[in-house]
């Protein structure tokens, strides 16, 4: 596009480059020159004004300019030689500046120069930009900080509200029970109050009977008041005895357990009443679990004795000379079997002697050396006991105690249901009383143990021909 110059009015096409007016400058120069000789007190430094170095000091104008390598001040008029000199212009001229000594670099004597003046305002701008995003992360954290304690605030009131919903669960799942025990106590204190009753009228039936004269009645009423009262217990009898028979032996181990289920209190007729068929029954079941057992020499302790088999041992004072085994006991008179037993399993032992026996069973490993109870059979958790002695039982386990109030048998059954957790001691002879039941978990294989006391001997049972044969 085509532009015309405004003094000569010539045309250019293109545009020229602009460019300083020499002559329009050195005008405008000698204007100014001539205004500040004419008026020079207008031009006369002030309070605060940077003085001119090239001036009189009695008249010093006002500096316009500094020079950074000059490092002097400059008036309109003596800063001419550094717009007209060629050598004076590649000079650095500032706005008027005092001190410029001051501003020299101590090391290299320079002045402030632009690159360090970009770097200090991109320092600037980046402290500036720094802190704008420091003020904006500190809201962003105010806000989150807001939003946590919002969302603490709801998450405790939503576990206040848990607690007392579960709080009232609890009292009503105790009231209900409190309800239930209530009335069972109350079921059970009504036939309480009915037996007594009962009691009382039988009470009553035979002090009629007694003051009767009239013999024929007295025979008459008096059998069949005895054979109601006979009835009713016996048929109780063989409600527990089938009881016994279904908790001892599971009905899944026993073949042909039909028999088992069937048995009723309808199954007995008065005139076939008794309690050996039942018994007879009751050790058939359990002789089909019987186990063979035999004693291992090597945990016996030498004041035992082991006796063919070994199948039983007697408690002497004369040490036997047993060889040394890491796994015999040296300061119990105690013994293991070989045999450790994993599920359901019956065995019979006997024990005579003028001492007591320990009849049990325990985890492999059970402590051998020393008289502690880690050692002891039924005082540690893994181990337990049924002691016999002429005058009773005590069963032990973990050290605790329980009195067993059943006259002495010298046969004594044991049956153990590992998978169950249950270890049952009997007594064997005509019958089978269940003397002691331990319940707890067994985890490990199980091993039969002995303890004796001095002069007590104890036989294991043959496992030939169902068991131990006729108990009597």
């Known amino acids: 596009m085509a532009q015309a110059n405004i003094s000569c009015r010539e045309t250019f096409s293109?545009?020229?480059?602009?460019?300083?007016?020499?002559?329009?400058?050195e005008m405008v120069d000698k204007l100014k020159l001539s205004e500040m000789l004419s008026a020079p007190e207008l031009f006369m430094g002030g309070f605060g004004d940077v003085p001119c170095d090239f001036c009189p000091s009695e008249s010093r104008l006002r500096a316009e300019k500094s020079c950074l390598v000059c490092l002097a001040s400059f008036?309109?008029?003596h800063g001419l030689p550094h717009r007209d000199v060629v050598t004076l212009r590649r000079h650095k001229l500032v706005s008027a500046v005092e001190s410029l000594s001051e501003r020299l670099c101590a090391q290299h004597r320079l002045g402030l120069r632009s690159e360090a003046q970009r770097t200090v305002q991109v320092r600037t701008r980046t402290g500036e930009r720094e802190l704008e995003e420091f003020q904006q992360s500190l809201d962003s954290l105010k806000v989150s900080a807001s939003a946590v304690l919002e969302d603490s605030e709801a998450v405790f009131a939503d576990m206040a509200l848990r607690l007392e919903k579960t709080k009232a669960e609890v009292r009503a799942r105790l009231e209900t029970k409190e309800r239930a025990v209530v009335g069972r106590a109350g079921r059970d204190v009504e036939?309480?109050?009915?037996?007594?009753e009962d009691l009382r009228r039988r009470e009553k039936e035979i002090c009629e009977l007694l003051q009767s004269d009239d013999s024929t009645h007295f025979l008459q009423a008096g059998p069949l008041l005895a054979l109601s009262r006979l009835r009713s217990r016996m048929e109780e009898l063989c409600r527990e005895e089938v009881e016994k028979i279904s908790h001892a032996v599971n009905e899944d181990y026993v073949s042909g357990g039909e028999c088992l289920k069937?048995?009723?209190v309808s199954s007995f007729p008065l005139s076939s009443l008794s309690l050996q068929p039942a018994d007879q029954r009751m050790r058939a079941a359990f002789l089909r679990f019987s186990c063979r057992l035999?004693?291992?020499?090597d945990t016996a302790h030498p004041t035992l004795v082991l006796l063919?088999?070994?199948q039983g041992a007697h408690c002497g004072e004369e040490p036997q000379s047993y060889p040394p085994h890491q796994q015999r006991f040296d300061s119990v008179a105690q013994v293991l079997c070989r045999e450790g037993q994993f599920g359901a399993s019956y065995w019979e032992v006997e024990w005579r002697g003028g001492g007591w026996v320990d009849i049990g069973v325990t985890y492999k490993g059970i402590g051998r050396k020393g008289g502690g109870k880690?050692?002891?059979?039924?005082r540690n958790e893994n181990s337990w006991r049924l002691r016999c002695t002429h005058a009773g039982y005590a069963a032990w386990h973990d050290n605790r105690k329980t009195t067993v109030a059943a006259p002495p048998c010298p046969r004594?059954?044991?049956?153990?249901?590992?998978?169950k957790g249950a270890l049952s001691f009997y007594s064997v002879s005509d019958t089978m009383v269940l003397l002691h039941t331990f319940r707890c978990p067994l985890s490990q294989p199980l091993y039969p143990a002995f303890r004796l006391d001095l002069d007590s001997t104890l036989i294991i049972c043959p496992h030939e021909g169902g068991g131990c044969g006729n108990p009597n």
């Open 14 to 25: 293109p545009r020229p480059v602009l460019r300083r007016n020499t002559v329009l400058a």
């Open 75 to 77: 008036c309109e008029l």
């Open 191 to 196: 036939q309480l109050e009915k037996d007594l």
């Open 262 to 264: 069937a048995v009723t």
């Open 294 to 297: 035999s004693l291992d020499t």
């Open 308 to 310: 063919e088999g070994p």
């Open 374 to 378: 880690p050692c002891l059979l039924g």
């Open 412 to 419: 004594i059954g044991v049956f153990l249901e590992r998978q």
